[in-house]
């Protein structure tokens, strides 16, 4: 006779236990077991709770490969899901096995889990296992399949519905219920006030500032107070939600008619442009993007956005400061350069209308598509390439927790055709065109924070509290990735020969960048080094650039002048003619105004169940080598938190979003 214990856990959230019979099979390379009831009644009905069974065979099983765990229904009662953490199976040899589980289990579900260490392709060495994983990725490519909304933006899951998602990428239940309350009491605070849906114009700019009385953090008040000035809007540009769009000037465009004697008052006396260029003072948004973009129909007319450009100099106080604005891309007596010297009013109503914009190439391009729809790519990719037992899937998966939930909802209730963000100046069209813009420009080393940062001429920019934190979380990331990818792959040829890796990748390049071959993306792996590269980019793109871009939008947004999605008056042909309320009746009315509010407020919300950077709350791994090189990696944020505390006590305005006690684990909201 031959014993073996098996210690099982349920998972620690709502509802996570069963009352149903759980019967397990082991198989091993001598044999397998009975079919063995685990317990006789009321298995496992609390959460979090671990209990140990015994199943006897006649002889060893030999190498434990698999665990086979079936669930049936307790006499007559209603479906009662069960959430399996993981199962550790104690030999009579004396080894220990894991069997990751981390799933909901159904009744009837054929749920077969492999133990042990991870293992590639190449490394198969039992037909039972072989044949195990090849019919895993048929299913696996049939549960989840890439669907198009559009030949030219990325692709994504097929599901349309939440409701339709499989249980694994679902949100958790606490999850579903925190963010209903979240929308909900936004909803209701706005309806209290009589705000939602009301198409009242906006009487003064302090009127506003009713619409969260109780909804406010120290940064929005903050944006509220200070946004009509110039080095605060200055500020947004390295330090805001969106730094990702202002670059060093070396050379004015040849369509930007700004001129030396424009700018010479706003520079330091005896300087000129074209001395402050030289010594790196000057620097550029160009939002050409967003040149001749479909609107949105709005009272019978299309609205019109800007396209044009926002010079800046960066001051002898280090401080950003806008010196001149082209609304639009073609030079013309109808597209003046607004200057600071120009009545308050017009050098306002231009940066609110540079601010607009940027705001919606922010939200669409760098946020949602930049963070959010490569998040799925990656995902799905994933989910459809690696069995559960290939080291990349352990590595990557947490990295991919909700993010189909998210995004699933988000094509409808954001970028949907009756989609909140097609009520911006875009409408559904400008938001779909601007998208396949964003695509075709995107290029790989774009999504490389250090490339990034050289290409746009910003290493050596002072108070760029972005780039600094995320250089540093980009390169703990990276001696992170390097350390696991190498104890998988020991050599180019490991790379090379994992068909599910090339797999996996291929799959990316194809449906996530559209097999662009302009883009520097891979195409497929040929030594670890490209892997490391890809695999720190992917990491920091869900963690650290998603939080970076999605964490300050109630900070910023809430407060609607300082970023207003949708622009009801065209930006101004003419100098002179404005005034207070020309730039009220530019704002989106009261009700437009609280829904994209409300918007921000869910979107930005901190969610009871969070699981930030590095945790890695799910057992995984059962190699000692990798739960030590988690903990390293978990030790270097620590680190970091710490670095970042001491240097924004020390600022007036400090930089928070990269503090990695604020990062999550994935893309979740
Ligand atoms: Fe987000």
Redesign the pocket.
């Known amino acids: 006779m031959a014993e073996y214990k098996l210690e099982v856990t349920t998972g620690n959230m709502k509802f996570a236990g069963t009352l149903d019979h759980i019967h397990a099979t082991l198989f091993g390379t001598q044999g397998q077991s009975e079919r063995t009831e685990l317990d006789k009644i009321g298995f496992n009905t609390l959460s979090g709770t671990t209990r140990t069974y015994t199943i006897q065979t006649t002889a060893s099983l030999g190498k434990l490969l698999l665990l086979k765990v079936e669930k049936d229904p307790f006499f007559i009662l209603p479906e009662d899901q069960w959430f399996c953490s993981k199962v550790v199976a104690a030999t009579p040899e004396g080894d220990a096995v894991l069997f990751p589980c981390y799933r909901w289990i159904s009744r009837g579900e054929l749920v077969e889990l492999r133990g042990g260490n991870a293992v590639k392709v190449f490394e198969e060495d039992h037909p039972l296992l072989t044949d195990h994983r090849n019919k895993e990725l048929i299913t696996k490519k049939d549960l989840y399949q890439w669907a198009i909304t559009d030949e030219k933006i990325p692709h994504h899951i097929q599901y349309m519905d939440i409701a339709e998602l499989p249980a694994e990428v679902q949100y958790s239940l606490s999850r579903k219920q925190d963010f209903r309350f979240t929308k909900g009491l936004a909803g209701v605070e706005l309806l209290f006030k009589g705000m939602a849906g009301s198409t009242e114009q906006w009487e003064s700019f302090e009127n506003i500032k009713d619409i969260f009385c109780c909804e406010k953090t120290p940064m929005s008040e903050y944006v509220a107070e200070h946004w009509m000035e110039d080095d605060f809007f200055g500020y947004q540009f390295l330090n805001g939600t969106n730094p990702m769009k202002m670059e060093r000037c070396s050379e004015l465009p040849p369509n930007f008619a700004v001129t030396e004697e424009m700018v010479k008052p706003f520079l330091q006396e005896g300087s000129s442009l074209k001395k402050e260029m030289e010594k790196g003072n000057i620097f550029l948004c160009d939002q050409k993007i967003m040149d001749k973009i479909p609107t949105r129909e709005y009272e019978g007319e299309h609205l019109q956005t800007a396209s044009g450009f926002c010079l800046f100099y960066m001051n002898p106080e280090n401080k950003l400061m806008p010196i001149a604005i082209q609304l639009h891309q073609e030079p013309s007596e109808q597209n003046p350069i607004f200057l600071p010297s120009d009545s308050e009013t017009d050098w306002l109503l231009a940066k609110i209308f540079v601010k607009s914009v940027d705001t919606l190439i922010y939200q669409i391009v760098c ?2 598509m930049g ?2 729809f490569l998040a799925e790519v990656f995902a799905v990719a994933a989910l459809r390439s690696f069995p559960v037992i290939h080291p990349l899937y352990k590595f990557l998966i947490p990295h991919f927790r909700f993010t189909l939930h ?1 995004n699933t909802l988000g094509r409808t209730t954001l970028v949907g055709p009756k989609g909140s963000l097609s009520t911006s100046t875009l409408g559904y069209e400008g938001v779909i065109e601007i998208i396949r813009r964003g695509l075709s420009e995107m290029t790989y080393s774009s999504l490389c924070l250090p490339e990034n940062i050289t290409a746009r001429g910003l290493d050596s920019v002072s108070n760029f509290y972005y780039r600094d934190d995320g250089m540093k979380l980009w390169n703990i990331i990276n001696s992170f990735v390097r350390k696991v990818v190498a104890h998988y792959y020991r050599s180019d040829g490991d790379v090379v020969k994992d068909t599910e890796l090339q797999d996996w990748i291929s799959e990316i390049f194809t449906h996530g960048f559209l097999a662009n071959n302009l883009g520097g993306f891979p195409t497929r792996f040929n030594t670890v080094e490209e892997v490391v590269k890809f695999i720190t980019m992917l990491i920091f793109t869900v963690t650290a650039q ?1 939080a970076a ?2 964490n300050g ?1 109630f900070d910023f947004i809430s407060w609607m002048p300082n970023g207003p999605l949708l622009t009801r008056k065209p930006p101004p042909t003419t100098k002179g003619q404005s005034s207070i309320q020309t730039i009220l009746d530019t704002f989106p009315n009261v009700g437009e105004t609280v829904t994209f509010a409300a918007q921000a407020v869910v ?1 930005s919300h901190k969610y009871s169940d969070t699981v930030l950077l590095g945790a890695y709350t799910d057992e995984l791994f059962q190699e000692p080598a990798l739960k030590q090189t988690i903990k390293e990696f978990q030790a270097d944020l620590c680190g970091l938190t710490d670095t970042i505390a001491e240097r924004n006590a020390k600022l007036e305005l400090a930089y928070t979003y990269l503090r990695p006690t604020e990062i999550e684990n994935s ?1 979740t ?1």
Do not use: F, G, M
């Open positions: 946020h949602l963070t959010h998210i998603h871009l999605n939008q979107l893309v909201i």
